[in-house]
């Protein structure tokens, strides 16, 4: 049996302490994450299809995916920012729930029990993609641990989900093969099903401000807005790059099947090609790793948007040649790959714990105007990714302007550094002085910041 000995000294007990806390952390969280991520994948290749195979035109499709995105922007961002008053734990067990009615409503070829079931997705998505997250974030934060723990943890919990992604393909793929296009949807309640009682188990519950006003949440966040210029801008980043991610995650089954030259298959094996996307996804979460520790953020993820860009051009420029299509995409992934760890650490230099899911939420307003200003049109595949080019090129000018104001914090002595969120009108901030060798994420550190949102009148 191992033991551990703990020695005299107490600050050799403390980072011992420190060390399996982060252990437990990271068990407790990845395990939940990956059936989560399991879940969610299983249903990734054959979404469209299974829609497609009810006679259902491209555009009641994409109308399908806006309902599911409108429901994200609306009903999601009240049911997600309520987190931060009523436990984000519970946020994410609900989400599990929501998507759970979404894949069992696939089931059934009727019109408005899928436009149910995409009101369903869109309330699990916003739940999905910002709680789990704020979660992981308050635990990592209410534990003291360090920025590099951080990082190291949102690379395995990328890897593990992308890893996933890769199995999840496979058995999508042979599942429908054998058991038609609903098969996937209903292992992934399964999934599910396991997930929450897991999240139940070995989860507790953490808030924001569980003592404001849900009211108030809205507010305070909104004041961060309107006082901080780099919340705005991380905001816009965000915006730009993930409306383009989710224009990929509707198109990209009709972009291959509508490529007639160099094509590879005829008829087209999804569930495969959806590992395959996410294998590449896996290898940008391991590139992350490397990144991450030569350089800062705001740097290397610049050069990511850019490659970014030239895959989409690729993809827009020769729509018809399915070869290049696919490499276009594989890049592509690559630097979601990336992108999705990254503009993690991002927010977490930016966005205070107390509001983060609530911000993260308003995030998704101009997501889905860039979203739906594209899609409802019905453009041309080509005006369509050539569109999310102009997107990538806002977010890279964004995240640049972003840098420059980082780059003249960073001019200060490291002995000088205070917390830089502003001190807004109506709210009230704490800072506290802190030295050169205390846990520091770029110059900010949110576990020393102390915001009480103003009652509003």
């Not at 509508?258 to 391991?286: C, E, H, R």
């Not at 299509?325 to 890049?331: A, E, K, S, T």
Request: glycine share 4%; charged share 15%; hydrophobic share 50%.
């Amino acid at each position: 049996m191992n033991r551990i000995a703990y020695s005299t000294d107490p600050f050799i007990n403390i980072l011992s302490s420190k060390s399996l806390t982060f252990k437990q952390l990271q068990a407790d969280y990845l395990l939940v994450y990956t059936l989560a991520a399991v879940g969610n994948n299983l249903q990734g290749p054959y979404r469209y299809a299974i829609l497609h195979s009810y006679n259902l035109q491209r555009s009641t499709i994409e109308g399908l995916y806006l309902c599911a995105h409108l429901s994200t922007l609306c009903l999601g961002t009240v049911i997600s920012s309520l987190s931060d008053v009523s436990g984000r734990r519970l946020a994410c067990i609900l989400s599990s729930v929501f998507y759970t009615i979404h894949c069992l409503s696939l089931n059934f070829n009727i019109l408005s029990v899928l436009v149910l079931g995409s009101i369903f997705r869109g309330m699990a998505h916003s739940l999905y993609n910002t709680n789990f997250e704020s979660w992981l974030l308050q635990e990592h934060h209410d534990n003291d641990l360090d920025t590099d723990s951080l990082k190291h943890l949102l690379r395995n919990a990328f890897v593990c989900a992308t890893s996933s992604a890769v199995a999840a393909g496979i058995v999508a793929q042979l599942s429908a093969k054998f058991l038609g296009y609903a098969a996937p949807f209903d292992l992934a309640v399964g999934v599910y099903l396991m997930m929450i009682a897991l999240t139940m188990w070995r989860w507790k519950e953490n808030y924001g401000d569980r003592g404001a006003r849900v009211i108030s949440s809205f507010v305070s966040a909104f004041d961060v807005l309107r006082t901080d210029a780099r919340v705005v801008l991380v905001g816009l980043v965000t915006s730009f790059f993930e409306a383009t991610i989710y224009i990929f995650s509707i198109e990209w089954t009709p972009s291959i099947q509508n490529a007639k030259v160099w094509t590879i298959s005829d008829s087209l094996p999804l569930g495969f090609m959806f590992s395959a996307f996410m294998t590449f996804n896996m290898m940008g979460a391991f590139t992350f790793k490397a990144l991450s520790k030569r350089y800062n953020v705001h740097t290397y993820l610049l050069a990511i948007i850019m490659v970014a860009m030239i895959a989409v051009a690729i993809v827009a420029m020769f729509s018809n040649i399915q070869s290049l299509v696919i490499f276009g995409i594989f890049l592509f992934e690559y630097c979601v790959g990336i992108y999705e760890p990254s503009i993690s650490l991002l927010r977490n230099q930016y966005l205070p714990d107390s509001v983060r899911s609530t911000l993260m939420n308003y995030f998704r307003v101009p997501r889905f105007i860039f979203m739906f200003s594209i899609i409802i049109w019905h453009f041309p595949l080509s005006v369509i990714f050539t569109l999310c080019v102009l997107m990538l090129l806002l977010a890279g000018v964004s995240l640049l302007i972003l840098r420059n104001m980082k780059q003249r914090e960073e001019n200060q002595r490291e002995s000088e550094r205070m917390v830089l969120l502003p001190i807004a009108p109506s709210m009230n901030v704490k800072t506290t002085l802190l030295p050169a060798s205390n846990r520091m994420t770029n110059g900010i550190n949110y576990k020393h910041i102390s915001i009480q949102g103003a009652n509003p009148e």
